[in-house]
T-cell receptor, first 118, second 114 residues
Framework: DGGITQSPKYLFRKEGQNVTLSCEQNLNHDAMYWYRQDPGQGLRLIYY???????QKGDIAEGYSVSREKKESFPLTVTSAQKNPTAFYLC?????????????????FGSGTRLTVV | GENVEQHPSTLSVQEGDSAVIKCTYSDSASNYFPWYKQELGKGPQLIIDIRSNVGEKKDQRIAVTLNKTAKHFSLHITETQPEDSAVYFCAASFLSGSARQLTFGSGTQLTVLP
């Protein structure tokens, strides 16, 4: 089955440490996204990538970094510069072709990673 | 960029009643409006979407309406069931450079009371 996989499901980070969240998709989607979700709030865009070896900052990129070396993978690193990293992180992907069907416009989300600073 | 406002933030209904969630958007060029359902501890799942050339779309107990003039769209759930309890997000597409993106509303926590 095609899908998008995030790992780990739960992650604990000590103060001052960098951690990397994994996101892998086998949907052959071009675009991938990272969102942060805080309790009772919506989805805020951290970074996105439309094609391999290219990515753009979203609304809250400070303290985060990404890479897109392969079409299938879009890992997110939460650096020590991110002062309040405890949150639920969601990865999504989308077929970026300019089609006019819902399958091509809709995002497919992973099941998320809950990051906690200890 | 696009701004999407969603109301209410919480909604409680009795089982069997209807639930309505409303969203407004700012970019008149937006042409795609999906709705997502997020269960506790999981990622959002697309439940229904509508395009700007359509005023209403229905899928069993779920319907979405769009008023392009007023720039608002709504999710309607009829005959609600306990398994409908979840957080619902609306979204609107906008063009960022040469690529389309989605901006999400802040979410509605729907609770269906048995």
């Amino acid at each position: 089955d095609g899908g998008i996989t995030q790992s780990p499901k739960y992650l604990f980070r000590k103060e001052g440490q960098n951690v990397t969240l994994s996101c892998e998709q086998n949907l052959n989607h071009d675009a991938m996204y990272w969102y942060r979700q805080d309790p009772g709030q919506g989805l805020r865009l951290i970074y996105y990538s439309q094609i391999v070896n290219d990515f753009q900052k979203g609304d809250i990129a400070e303290g985060y970094s990404v890479s897109r070396e392969k079409k299938e993978s879009f890992p997110l690193t939460v650096t020590s510069a991110q002062k309040n990293p405890t949150a639920f992180y969601l990865c999504a992907s989308r077929d970026a072709s300019y089609g006019y069907t819902s399958e091509r416009y809709g995002y497919t989300f992973g099941s998320g990673t809950r990051l906690t600073v200890v | 960029g696009e701004n999407v406002e969603q109301h209410p933030s919480t909604l409680s209904v009795q089982e069997g009643d209807s639930a309505v969630i409303k969203c407004t958007y700012s970019d008149s060029a937006s042409n795609y409006f999906p709705w997502y359902k997020q269960e506790l501890g999981k990622g959002p799942q697309l439940i229904i979407d509508i395009r700007s050339n359509v005023g209403e779309k229905k899928d069993q107990r779920i319907a979405v309406t769009l008023n392009k003039t007023a720039k608002h769209f709504s999710l309607h759930i009829t005959e609600t069931q306990p398994e409908d309890s979840a957080v619902y997000f609306c979204a609107a597409s906008f063009l960022s450079g040469s690529a389309r993106q989605l901006t999400f509303g802040s979410g509605t926590q729907l609770t269906v009371l048995p």
